[in-house]
């Protein structure tokens, strides 16, 4: 098939793809993406320089206070540059809940959950962050793999360790004596001293996982629910649920697709647990699991819950988190996870236009892409060293014993098709 009619078709097939209609659920026919709303809070409207102020009259008179002083500020012109990027989403249904969890948490130290402020991010990456200012930025991303409200509080619980520690400041501090040769932490040669920066920041992690754990003692969420926590971070850079993805999903009575498309051999999924993380800032995952596994036992197990905010509002944010993903991945162009993301909450809302379009764009830029005038770049990529998303390059599709058995099925040899017609 040459290029020209293979664009007829595509289109005649996004054009029949979008006209359908029907109605299931919630979200039956079509979805708003999130959007900011109400008034800015006060940390929005501050520049850089006044978000300083104030730290820097704490900072005193130690050893440390220069690189503190630069710290602070460095890290508040960073922090400006978040809040006012576009990224973070205010008074949305995502973040009123995920503050609720927060206030649950919390409810015993309300001196502390003044000091914290927390906002969803509109990424797609499983990942939160926190600043020791006393800001947690937590991924759409992330709230759209969680297995329970559980987890969600334990992540808090993480990064609000991380807040309480100061772990931030801390390693920018050991950085620069690592570099200069005057830390304690360790005085050989350049190349230890670079590895120590990982192992300095892998121990904070660890603190950060045990504290989070101690928090979440004392709070009423189940410790059990907590053992999936780490498969949630392992897997992190597969879909949100495995569905087995069907050719038939692209074609109708324009376009019939052969089986020579198909793979014939993928990879298995990845299960190593045990990469090689000196260079990481976090331990493997095994090293995660085995610090806090021993403490994941309690007495009062059965008193314990798995959602105490509510179930209902954990899985309508969740839902909501995996329409906003879609989305986020086609702006990335990512569009493979685009589509795939798509194709799993259209097997449960097929009439929905949102999701259409979603693949429509996707397709149509992908087709594009073969031109040569635009790169599209796919997420699902693996690091044989910590299974990582690797967002920051652009790939071409992989070859096929490099595809895990999930997302090959047939987007990818799609795609490869397309590329070789």
Wanted: glycine share 4%; aromatic share 12%.
């Amino acid at each position: 098939m040459n290029y020209n009619s293979l664009k007829k078709s595509l289109f005649i097939g996004i054009l029949v793809f979008l006209l359908s209609k029907g109605s299931y659920g919630q979200y039956a026919t079509d979805y708003t993406p999130l959007k900011s709303s109400g008034a800015l809070p006060e940390e929005f409207l501050k520049t850089a320089r006044a978000l300083s102020e104030e730290e820097l009259k704490t900072v005193g008179y130690g050893t440390d206070r220069i690189a503190k002083q630069q710290f602070i500020t460095s890290s508040n012109y960073f922090l400006r540059d978040l809040l006012l990027s576009g990224d973070v989403l205010i008074n949305d249904p995502l973040g009123i809940y995920v503050n609720k969890v927060a206030d649950e948490l919390l409810k015993n130290d309300p001196e502390l959950r003044k000091e914290i402020h927390i906002y969803v991010t509109k990424s797609p990456d499983v990942n939160a962050h926190a600043f020791d200012k006393g800001f947690i930025f937590v991924n759409a991303g992330l709230l759209a793999q969680l297995e329970n409200e559980a987890q969600l509080a334990y992540v808090l619980a993480h990064e609000i360790t991380h807040v309480v520690k100061k772990h931030s400041v801390n390693q920018y501090i050991e950085n620069i004596k690592l570099d200069r040769g005057t830390s304690t932490y360790e005085n050989g040669s350049y190349e230890a001293r670079d590895i120590a920066k990982y192992r300095f920041s892998q121990e904070n992690e660890t603190e950060a996982d045990a504290e989070g754990l101690v928090r979440i003692k004392e709070s009423g969420y189940s410790v059990k629910a907590l053992f999936g926590a780490f498969d949630v971070l392992q897997y992190s850079y597969l879909p949100f649920e495995l569905v087995d993805f069907k050719k038939s999903f692209f074609e109708d009575d324009y376009l019939i697709l052969p089986d020579t498309v198909f793979l014939k051999k993928t990879a298995a999924i990845k299960s190593n647990d045990d990469y090689d993380d000196t260079k990481s800032t976090h331990p493997n995952i095994r090293k995660r699991r085995a610090a806090i596994e021993p403490d994941l036992t309690v007495s009062d197990e059965s008193t314990r819950k798995k959602y105490i905010v509510s179930e209902e509002e954990f899985k309508k944010a969740r839902e909501i988190a995996r329409f906003e993903s879609c989305r986020l991945y086609l702006v990335d162009r990512d569009y493979v996870n685009a589509i795939y993301a798509a194709y799993i909450l259209l097997e449960k809302y097929p009439d929905n236009v949102y999701l259409k379009k979603i693949v429509a764009k996707a397709l149509y830029n992908i087709a594009i892409s073969k031109s040569g005038s635009k790169r599209y770049k796919s997420n699902y990529v693996f690091s044989a060293a910590n299974n990582a998303r690797l967002s920051s390059k652009s790939y071409s599709i992989p070859d096929y014993d490099k595809i895990e058995e999930l997302l090959s099925d047939f987007i990818i040899c799609w795609i490869i098709w397309m590329q070789k017609s």
